[in-house]
């Protein structure tokens, strides 16, 4: 397929459209390489299931129910509304593993109807149905359906309301038969008084069993083992085409850690994975991160395979060659800086496959490992998924957006000359440099932000981006064009947490997402800080940012940083708390409804996702491996319909 023909744009539902990405460069890389890569690729996938359970109990029963009925259903079935209806919920349920939205947390409620669903499960032979060993077809039903068709019956899969219970409240299925304090006083009692000990909680279930609470941890011979057992399989495959010896070992650590369960062994693989620094492939595999626990303590899984764009890492190798210089550089008191920046590696990658909880809706930039010590003493990786942003930005080409939201055109031009580039750098910026960036004090516990922790970490990184992307350092280094060009990151930042966001929120609601709300504590507390340096403005009866002095605004931003990464740094839960709440959580009905009204007209869905390619084996007449064949003509349904059939362990 010749670039130019290359389709990333793909079909739309719901407030969704696929994307496909493109491996760039995937012809030129070696048999062994492409080897890898297809092992790797395996492995990614196979912990598909387990992430739709641990999304919500009842995901896994749902999605096998719903697509019973997708294939088997007769063509009488198909020719009704409610037919139609279902796809579309089938779609939203294999995009958000589950059927809670995947950004927002929100169940999403069928537009069929419940006698519809009722009559074609009694339809289906109870061959095709998850049936539990004496369970019947009518307790099936009565069991999905208050789930499914009920409101109020586990309404959200993460709550951060302040002041309930958040883990009675969250339908995650992380804990059972436990309350929030119990929680807390659980792991607080393991851990020990050192920096240096494992993120008790990440790869295990926490339930009460005769009043005692348990971990059902997740490795071969335990919780989830049968994925587990798969994901293994294909790691001892992909040992057979390692690139080199530091790659085996990183695998093989991984492979014992998956064994054994024990957290200590994640963080033995863990430093050795940022180690590995030689060698064009990569995985990120396993329990990772955080968000779906509305405590910050339980990995969701997931899996991405990929490879290195070389062109492209140089401004991401430029940016971690001067990492001290940032530091030492930084707004925040010397306290909290690192006197000495180790192991900072950064990378634009090539996404080669997508599994688990990034799949089909990914990050374009990731920063690992999280473990705070781990960092602080052996450094951190960090990748720009390259050819993701590339699909994103090829596919929301003409779509009318700025026209719509930005003030004027001299900003549009702006944005237009330099929207692409800033975007990259302060990702590039957010990820490399500002995960990694700052210490606690002796003492702090990592996890004392508790349910904030995760949009203060965001909030952390993104203000160091948003802090340097207009440094005149990065003209110096040639990663900005000029001293102006950081405006339109500005502008967009600032648009996008004080309005444009607001689209990815159900009317009525409040911001529940640790992005989200990160955005917007940064662009709330500006706007209120700043003494008009950036104001909301209303021009034909359409609302608007207007920034009046960008300047000012890196002050704030450095200001907001210095405080942010105190928090951070002391554990100070009140401090984060206040600064959440406060700038972080509520929502202007309001402009709310101006915000969807503009956005509607538009047709554009709010969220992106992506269909993998389909790597085939190709063999000679002699059964010798000779090529791995890309097709990227599957289609989502047939993608998740084969994904189910091909990766179903659980």
């Known amino acids: 397929?010749?670039?130019?023909?290359?389709?990333?744009?793909?079909?739309?539902?719901?407030?969704?459209?696929?994307?496909?990405?493109?491996?760039?460069?995937?012809?030129?890389?070696?048999?062994?390489?492409?080897?890898?890569?297809?092992?790797?690729?395996?492995?990614?996938?196979?912990?598909?299931?387990?992430?739709?359970?641990?999304?919500?109990?009842?995901?896994?029963?749902?999605?096998?129910?719903?697509?019973?009925?997708?294939?088997?259903?007769?063509?009488?079935?198909?020719?009704?509304?409610?037919?139609?209806?279902?796809?579309?919920?089938?779609?939203?349920?294999?995009?958000?593993?589950?059927?809670?939205?995947?950004?927002?947390?929100?169940?999403?409620?069928p537009e069929f109807s419940e006698d519809f669903f009722r009559e074609q499960v009694v339809r289906l032979d109870d061959s095709v149905l998850p049936l539990r060993k004496g369970q019947t077809k009518q307790q099936l039903i009565d069991e999905l359906v208050p789930v499914m068709f009920d409101p109020t019956v586990l309404p959200k899969r993460v709550n951060q309301t302040d002041g309930e219970d958040l883990i009675l409240t969250s339908a995650c299925n992380f804990y059972e038969g436990v309350n929030q304090k119990e929680v807390e006083e659980f792991y607080a009692q393991k851990k020990l008084p050192q920096d240096e000990q494992p993120s008790w909680g990440l790869n295990s279930k926490l339930v009460k069993q005769n009043n005692q609470l348990i971990e059902q941890v997740w490795k071969v011979d335990g919780m989830y083992g049968s994925a587990i057992k798969q994901i293994v399989f294909w790691l001892n495959k992909a040992l057979e085409y390692t690139e080199n010896e530091q790659q085996k070992t990183v695998l093989q650590k991984l492979i014992t850690y998956y064994n054994t369960g024990d957290l200590h062994d994640f963080d033995d693989?863990?430093?050795?994975?940022?180690?590995?620094?030689?060698?064009?492939?990569?995985?990120?595999?396993?329990?990772?991160?955080?968000?779906?626990?509305?405590?910050?303590?339980?990995g969701t899984w997931e899996g991405i395979v990929e490879y290195v764009d070389e062109v492209a890492t140089a401004r991401t190798r430029t940016i971690a060659n001067n990492a001290q210089w940032f530091e030492d550089h930084s707004p925040v008191d010397?306290?909290?800086?690192?006197?000495?920046?180790?192991?900072?590696?950064?990378?634009?990658?090539?996404?080669?496959?997508?599994?688990?909880?990034?799949?089909?809706?990914?990050?374009?930039?990731?920063?690992?490992?999280?473990?705070?010590?781990?960092?602080?003493?052996?450094?951190?990786?960090?990748?720009?998924?390259?050819?993701?942003?590339?699909?994103?930005?090829?596919?929301?080409?003409?779509?009318?957006?700025?026209?719509?939201?930005?003030?004027?055109?001299p900003t549009r031009e702006l944005i237009e000359k330099y929207g692409d580039v800033c975007d990259d750098l302060h990702t590039d910026l957010h990820e490399c440099l500002g995960h990694g960036s700052g210490r606690l004090l002796p003492g702090t516990d990592p996890d004392a932000l508790k349910a904030y922790g995760n949009t203060m970490e965001e909030a952390r990184a993104d203000l160091f981006g948003l802090y340097y992307i207009a440094d005149h350092k990065l003209v110096e280094l040639g990663l900005t064009p000029n001293d102006e060009a950081y405006k339109s990151q500005y502008y967009t930042y600032l648009m996008n947490g004080l309005i444009t966001q607001l689209v990815r929120i159900k009317p009525g609601l409040n911001i529940e997402e640790a992005h989200m709300r990160n955005r917007a504590l940064i662009a709330y507390w500006v706007l209120e800080q700043g003494n008009g340096c950036v104001e909301i403005v209303h021009r034909d009866h359409k609302t608007y940012v207007k920034i009046n002095d960008y300047k000012q605004l890196r002050v704030l931003f450095g200001k907001l940083l210095a405080e942010v990464q105190r928090i951070k740094s002391e554990g100070d839960f009140d401090a984060a708390r206040e600064l959440v709440e406060k700038y972080a959580v509520k929502v202007d009905p309001v402009l709310h409804k101006e915000v969807l009204d503009r956005y509607a007209k538009l047709n554009i869905a709010p969220y992106k996702g992506f269909i993998n390619p389909k790597m085939t084996p190709v063999y000679d007449v002699h059964r010798q491996l000779t090529d791995i064949v890309l097709d990227y003509s599957e289609s989502f349904a047939e993608q998740n319909l084969r994904y189910s059939k091909e990766y179903g362990t659980l």
């Open 334 to 409: 010397p306290r909290f800086r690192k006197p000495e920046v180790k192991g900072v590696s950064a990378q634009v990658i090539c996404a080669a496959m997508l599994g688990g909880d990034e799949y089909p809706a990914s990050a374009i930039g990731i920063n690992l490992p999280n473990a705070n010590w781990i960092r602080s003493t052996y450094g951190s990786k960090s990748v720009t998924i390259g050819n993701l942003t590339e699909a994103y930005t090829k596919a929301a080409h003409g779509n009318g957006f700025t026209q719509e939201f930005v003030i004027d055109e």
């Open 269 to 298: 693989y863990s430093i050795a994975w940022v180690a590995q620094q030689e060698g064009v492939v990569d995985t990120i595999n396993g329990f990772i991160e955080v968000y779906g626990d509305p405590l910050g303590l339980k």
């Open 1 to 109: 397929m010749m670039k130019e023909d290359f389709n990333f744009s793909e079909e739309k539902f719901a407030d969704l459209q696929m994307l496909r990405y493109r491996l760039n460069g995937f012809e030129n890389l070696s048999l062994q390489q492409k080897s890898l890569i297809f092992c790797l690729s395996k492995a990614a996938v196979f912990g598909r299931d387990i992430t739709f359970d641990q999304q919500g109990k009842y995901n896994l029963t749902i999605r096998k129910v719903i697509e019973a009925i997708y294939v088997n259903a007769d063509q009488t079935s198909r020719n009704q509304n409610d037919f139609s209806s279902l796809e579309v919920y089938l779609k939203r349920v294999w995009f958000s593993s589950g059927i809670y939205h995947h950004y927002g947390c929100e169940k999403f409620l």
